[in-house]
Nanobody
Framework: QVQLAESGGGLVQAGGSLRLSCAASGRTFSSYDIAWFRQAPGKERDIVAAISWTRGSTYYADSVKGRFTISRDNAKNTVYLQMNSLKPEDTAVYYC?????????????????WGPGTQVAVSS
């Protein structure tokens, strides 16, 4: 079992930055892939970024590439999402998710464990 908790969300003006954190309770093995998803009202839950420590790979949605950076600190069982140059379109509830898969998965259905989410609102 893995328990995840997001933090760091809030209200920010366009062009600003936020850093989201996803903390896992207890011991989390480095073999877990961690992903950030976001869901705006009336829209699907879409992937933002994902990271696999064992494979040394990352994934970014085209909409955030170059602006967001995903990283992880396995010693702290924490994954971060640094969000720069925020746009109003980034407004959503952001969720972190974890799973152990053979490959880095970019769909929500591929993740077993989820945090409760943290709200990010970007004003224009």
């Amino acid at each position: 079992q893995v328990q995840l908790a997001e933090s760091g969300g809030g209200l920010v003006q366009a062009g600003g930055s936020l850093r989201l954190s996803c903390a896992a309770s207890g011991r989390t093995f480095s073999s877990y892939d961690i992903a950030w998803f976001r869901q705006a009202p009336g829209k699907e839950r879409d992937i933002v970024a994902a990271i696999s420590w064992t494979r040394g790979s990352t994934y970014y949605a085209d909409s955030v590439k170059g602006r967001f950076t995903i990283s992880r600190d396995n010693a702290k069982n924490t994954v971060y999402l640094q969000m720069n140059s925020l746009k109003p379109e980034d407004t959503a509830v952001y969720y972190c998710a974890a799973s152990m898969n053979a490959v880095l998965v970019t769909t929500a259905s591929g993740y077993k464990y989820w945090g409760p989410g943290t709200q990010v609102a970007v004003s224009s």
